[in-house]
């Protein structure tokens, strides 16, 4: 995360620190008459010397990156930074990848469906607004000690173990994730935790891309915390890092938006979430069904999901329903959802 706090901070941070957290005037002045012009030009006159995050991004800092109380390399500045990126690009990727699913691939026919809840969309994004700014709470100290050099990420290709690690590191990365997240979900739906922690989530039986990132907060931190204890135990090249962060979120709104494209054995796509959404108790992966085959907890889709006719049609929805009806009064108890008549009326429609 060292690469993009450089890049909020030149284009960003830099001035809005020194506006709002000026440092003593008179003691930049004096660097200012050391250097040789005023726009801080000369890096050995500065208070702090510039070392670029990464050598293949070279930004330059401005002037106003020497104007603050807060230097860059302040804890306290880095975190709130970092804070702040982490919201931030939470909630853009959150709308942008969500809205781009829900309008282009989600099939809207799913509202008629008898689970689907009333005003669902408007609730998912809400849920989800609520829990971001806590889940990139509790995910700062993880970057925040990325940045100050605790973990094992590396700049240079040169600086892996070895050659054929730069490759290795991504499906190192997914078979790590995967197997610590399936622990961490199926331990989410103990009977302790599951009501408390994890049935926000599960409020949406037939969910829409918007219920991606819709979670109770700790729920979604935990969720993540293998992505980021990944680094700390395991080299990561820096920029792969970012690409898989990035990866990680929209792969979170693809298993949600409800276009079954993968009836794959080993793929957890899109058919084996809803399974998991519709049924409580299958499919806990993240990637593959490879932990939930051997854990017992896998769940085939129903070949009916693979089939537009099939799966939008009124006998599916009340098979779904039925069954549906039965797994969630063992697990829940009373169902307090609220479905609305609107979605029972429109129901009737379905041919």
Not at 29 to 45: H, I, P
Not at 154 to 178: E, G, I, K, R, V
Not at 183 to 212: D, E, N
Not at 323 to 346: S, T
Request: charged share 15%.
């Amino acid at each position: 995360m060292d690469i993009v706090l450089e890049v909020f901070d030149t284009f960003i941070f830099d001035r809005l620190y020194a506006n709002f957290l000026p440092a003593n005037l008179p003691a930049i002045s004096r660097y200012v008459a050391k250097g040789a012009t005023s726009t801080f030009s000369s890096m050995r006159e500065l208070p702090t010397a510039y070392h670029p995050a990464t050598q293949f991004l070279q930004l330059e800092p401005s002037q106003y990156a020497y104007m603050s109380a807060f230097t860059r390399d302040n804890i306290w500045r880095q975190a709130l930074s970092l804070y702040l990126i982490t919201w931030l690009f939470g909630i853009v990727i959150y709308f942008a990848c969500s809205s781009l699913s829900y309008y282009f691939i989600f099939d809207h026919a799913t509202f008629t469906h008898p689970k689907y809840l009333k005003n669902q969309v408007s609730l998912e994004i809400h849920q989800a607004s609520i829990s971001l700014p806590f889940i990139a709470l509790f995910t700062t100290p993880f970057f925040l000690s990325e940045v100050r050099g605790c973990a094992k990420l590396y700049d240079a290709p040169s600086d892996a173990p070895f050659a054929l690690y730069n490759y290795l590191q991504f499906p190192l990365f997914l078979a790590f994730t995967d197997f610590f997240i399936y622990w961490i979900h199926r331990g989410l739906h103990h009977p302790m935790v599951y009501k408390t922690l994890h049935k926000p989530h599960h409020k949406w039986i037939m969910p829409t891309p918007f219920a991606s990132h819709a979670f109770h907060p700790l729920d979604g931190f935990a969720q993540s915390v293998p992505y980021h204890v990944f680094p700390f135990i395991f080299p990561l090249q820096k920029f792969a890092y970012i690409a898989l962060f990035v990866f990680i979120n929209i792969w979170t709104v693809f298993i949600h938006d409800g276009e079954y494209v993968a009836n794959s054995p080993i793929l957890n796509g899109a058919a084996c979430h809803t399974m998991h959404h519709l049924y409580f108790n299958y499919n806990y992966g993240q990637f593959t069904t490879v932990w939930d085959r051997l854990g017992g907890s896998y769940r085939q889709p129903n070949e009916e999901l693979f089939s537009r006719e099939s799966k939008m049609s009124k006998a599916e929805w009340e098979r779904q329903s039925r069954e549906m009806e039965k797994v969630q009064k063992e697990v829940e108890g009373d169902d307090d959802r609220d479905y609305g008549a609107e979605a029972r009326r429109l129901q009737k429609k379905v041919i």
